[in-house]
């Protein structure tokens, strides 16, 4: 159980157009997802937190009109990278929790490489 | 972001050797920690976790220890094989926070 389905898993694109990612948990509702971002050789960055049926939190730094966050349902949540250019390409990788991110662990989507071109 | 973007530390070992990956965690009040798995070009699996109530935990082949006082965790396997060749990440979550912070990660090597 917990699975975690991210889609799509590799996406390359011209520079100013936008990209969806979606992030679906299979078999659980997901109270919360979370969606970072990983540059190469280096750690996962939380970019924001959404909650079903409202706005996602954003950490510091991060553009909210650049990533648009939706979590219309408990199963779903999409990012959207809005006209993107090449310093956007990078992994970004979507989690979903059963309780809000309380002391929990978190069950990972399996990533999407963004490349802009 | 909160978490530091350092390019990551490497260990290697030999197979069939212990690992022993270590991670330094920056807030005092965290009290839930985790380890992850991170293969290459995939996202995160679950290892182990430990609450801050408790200072070591044991799963199959992996040990969790925590030390509160210098805010330090360490990851433990056994008998290290070479599908254990991945990057490493420490977590940790605090009581009125619900989100969780990645540490800086570490890439071990495995020897055949």
């Known amino acids: 159980g917990a699975v975690v389905s991210q889609h799509p898993s590799r996406v390359i694109c011209k520079s100013g157009t936008s990209v969806k990612i979606e992030c679906r948990s299979l078999d659980f509702q997901a109270t919360t997802m979370f969606w970072y971002r990983q540059f190469p050789k280096q750690s996962l960055m939380l970019m924001a937190t959404s909650n079903e049926g409202s706005k996602a939190t954003y950490e510091q730094g991060v553009e909210k009109d650049k990533f648009l966050i939706n979590h219309a349902s408990l199963t779903l949540s999409t990012l959207t990278v809005t006209s993107a250019h090449p310093e956007d390409s990078s992994f970004y990788i979507c989690?979903?929790?059963?309780?809000?991110?309380?002391?929990?662990?978190?069950?990972f989507g399996s990533g999407t490489q963004l490349s802009v071109l | 972001g909160e978490s530091v973007g350092l390019h990551l530390p490497t260990l290697s070992v030999q197979e069939g050797d212990n690992s022993i990956i270590n991670c330094a965690y920056s807030?005092?009040?965290?009290?839930?920690f985790i380890w992850y798995k991170q293969e290459s070009g995939k996202g995160p699996q679950f290892i182990i976790d430990?609450?801050?109530?408790?200072d070591k935990r044991q799963g199959q082949r992996v040990t969790v220890l925590l030390n509160k006082t210098v805010k330090h965790l360490s990851l433990q396997i056994a008998a290290t094989q070479p599908g254990d060749s991945a990057v490493y990440f420490c977590?940790?979550?605090?009581?009125?926070?619900?989100?969780?912070?990645f540490g800086a990660g570490t890439r071990l090597f495995v020897k055949a």
């Open positions: 430990i609450r801050s109530n408790m």
């Open positions: 989690s979903a929790s059963r309780t809000g991110g309380y002391n929990e662990k978190l069950f």
């Open positions: 807030n005092s009040a965290s009290d839930y």
């Open positions: 977590a940790e979550n605090y009581t009125g926070g619900f989100k969780t912070i």
